[in-house]
């Protein structure tokens, strides 16, 4: 019995190498766009609470107690500040890391002590600066 050997029966498993090839590079291609979307969306969450942070820090009164009204809107925001820096730990390139640890402790300093002399602007516009030009370029 003889085989009989065609262009299709040549063509065909090339065609569909090609083929999962192509699916392969689409899914890959597709995964890394998910990724980097949520990376953008882990910065934009970190920034949000950045922002919410500052507030509370300018809203800061001479004296507070645990429990009343400040306190009360400080200690979610700034909850909330350190689950998102723990999020850029995890999901974002690690040179962003750095910056946001340091942005997010003097946030946390400008929020529970008191500032001598400094004013907040000060205090923060260096850490601030440093993590969103690392973050432009984790994300470019």
Known sequence: MAVEVTERTLTQPATQSAADRAEEQRRAAALAE?????RIRTVLEFV???????????????????GDEWYLTAS???DGLRIAEHGIGLLCAPRLH?????????LNQAVWQERAGESLADHLEPFKAEFLAAARRSLS
């Open 48 to 66: 949000r609470f950045t922002l919410e942070a500052e507030g509370v820090a300018h809203a800061r009164p001479s004296r507070w107690e645990v």
């Open 76 to 78: 979610p925001a700034m």
């Open 98 to 106: 750095a910056p946001a640890t340091a942005y997010a402790r003097a």
């Open 34 to 38: 998910e990724r980097r979307a949520e």
